[in-house]
């Protein structure tokens, strides 16, 4: 259905066509697919075999019949053509037109495309699925409106991304305070891919849109997979019963799936949230202090590439302990050398120095 869309979208040759077709008052009935089952339903109708232009869609449209075009849309194969798709396959349409639609996409698995000249609506069907184009400007309205909303999640995000990094220096995180960014990275997510949806709909007409959306998340994926790196625990321990910091991308991967299907009641159940990272006693308390190992403090400092980060963090373990870390003692991890050892900790101080004085607006 996607793919479907993605041709009708305003700003495509068919779309233009449509347009053409429904602006003279007109219906039409389009088949998306040449192959041999849609051929075999044919009745009638003549060859066309010639490129794809709106305006040739428009001038064939005035016939009767239904237009066959091949997969890609590129090229008209058919016009004036009786479809006969079985009498039994069930239908809940009542004009001819889209009766006939439906009963294509439901034996065919093909795109179907029934444009009514009364109710100046197009109707898309493939398989079981029936979507009616709404129009460009109600799918902008709807688009800006969501764009509203990730901004105002995206805002809240800053915040309390903001109160993490200031808790994480000053080692005071808790559990709460892991689980409100998670939430609003994955809100966040959510409304992108809401947005996602219009920009198919919108096809050349959403540019703007997706430009204001790319710049208001920029960086939360990025951010979302840090803190569960960051905090999910591992399945075996470390030096002093510290977990260790080997947290695969498979397991962050699954906890991304996890809270992205979480109905939104659960997404704000912090204890929920918490499960899902198998964070320590949170199914007794949200407040329960934890240990971040580091990762989002060292990759805020530039130019440290994620394989020094790795070596740090798997040295140190927790992020208290690479901000005491000596400059000396991180020179001394193999692969860090001087210079990445003397970035990495001119990096972590300004990182201190900066989340200070931001706590206390100074």
Known sequence: MKDALKMIAPGQPLREGLDHILHANKGVLIVIGDQADVL????????????????????????????????????IVMANVHLV?????????????????????????????SASETMS???????????????TQWITNKANQALQTLERFKNRLDTVNAELNAHEIGDSVTVRDVVEVLQRCEMAMRI?????????????????????????????????????????????????????????????????????????EELFDLNKVATILDLPNSHTSIDIPLEPRGYRLLYRIPKLSPAVIDKIVDKFCTLQKVIR????????????????????????????????LGHYNW
């Open 40 to 75: 075999d339903i044919c009745s009638g109708g003549f060859p066309v075999n010639t490129p794809f232009t709106p305006q040739m869609l428009y001038e064939l449209a005035k016939m009767d019949g239904a237009i066959i075009l091949n997969q890609e849309a590129t090229e």
């Open 85 to 113: 798709p079985s009498a039994s396959i069930p239908t809940d349409e009542t004009g001819t037109r889209h009766r006939t639609a439906e009963r294509v996409a439901r034996s065919i698995d093909v795109p179907v495309i």
């Open 121 to 135: 609506t197009i109707a898309l069907y493939r398989n079981t699925e029936k979507y009616l184009i709404p129009p």
């Open 192 to 264: 992108s891919d809401e947005i996602e949806e219009y920009l198919i709909e919108l096809g050349k007409d959403g540019r703007l849109v997706e430009l204001q959306e790319k710049e208001l998340l920029g960086g939360v994926q990025d951010e979302y997979r840090l803190v569960i790196k960051d905090y999910l625990s591992s399945n075996t321990a470390g030096i002093n019963g510290i977990s260790t910091p080997q947290v695969t991308m498979e397991r962050i991967d699954e906890v991304m799936k996890k809270l992205s299907t979480l109905p939104t």
């Open 325 to 356: 870390a000596s400059e000396k003692e991180l020179e001394a991890i193999e692969g860090v050398g001087p210079q990445k050892a003397r970035l990495a900790k001119d990096g972590v101080l300004r990182l201190v120095e900066t989340s200070i």
